[in-house]
């Protein structure tokens, strides 16, 4: 048998393997459902929580946390924060405050994913709570749903409901506003 024709067989693969493993490199993304529900678990209960919530990488926002192995876990001001791989820590850590907004995206995404989907449009269109409106709906949890003069509004919590309908003009007000676009808030 002729050594010299085994020889590159032995040696390509063993090259094309050395070249996908560095530190830095990511595994290639597998959406299986079962995979990223198994890398999943290996985090602590507390946290896989968190990171089911969480749903996405923030610096890789089409990566599933789990999809590329166990998820990546910072604090970033005494926040936990849970990344698709060790790759994406760098660059998270370089810009906090848009991390932590896209992590507060992605949670409002998750909730409001919770709604029904004519009420998840309605309330992505609303996105701000009718009575509290620097408060985003989904932000305080799943939105709450009233019907003032038969019209649907959201608020950001059961808190703000007996405000809403004390005064409905105020809130039916305040929801036309919220759905007006900015262009044409400044026309009027």
């Known amino acids: 048998m002729d050594v010299s024709r085994i020889i590159p067989f032995l040696v390509l693969p063993a090259s094309l393997f050395t070249v996908g493993c560095t530190k830095e490199a990511p595994l290639p993304p597998q959406n299986n ?3 990223i529900r198994a890398s999943l678990a290996k985090l602590d209960p507390d946290d896989c929580e968190l990171a089911e919530e969480q749903k996405f990488c923030p610096v890789k926002t089409e990566n599933r946390l789990g999809s590329m192995g ?9 926040q936990p924060v849970f990344l698709c791989c060790k790759g994406c820590e760098k660059q998270a850590l370089a810009d906090p405050d848009s991390t932590l907004a896209r992590v507060e995206d992605l949670h409002i995404k ?3 994913d919770k709604l029904d989907p004519d ?9 701000f709570c009718a009575v509290e409106m620097e ?7 799943k939105p709450v749903k009233v019907i003032i003069k038969e019209q649907p509004v959201f608020l950001c919590c059961k808190g703000c409901e007996r405000r809403a309908l004390t005064n409905p003009n105020k ?3 305040a929801v036309k506003k919220l759905k007006t676009p900015v262009t044409d808030q400044k026309k009027e």
Request: proline share 3%; charged share 35%; no cysteine.
């Open 110 to 112: 998750a909730v409001l």
């Open 70 to 78: 166990k998820p990546v876990k910072v604090i970033i001001k005494e």
């Open 135 to 141: 408060n985003r709906l989904g932000s305080m949890g």
């Open 171 to 173: 809130t039916l007000a």
């Open 119 to 127: 009420d998840r449009k309605m309330a992505e269109e609303q996105r």
């Open 33 to 35: 459902e079962a995979n």
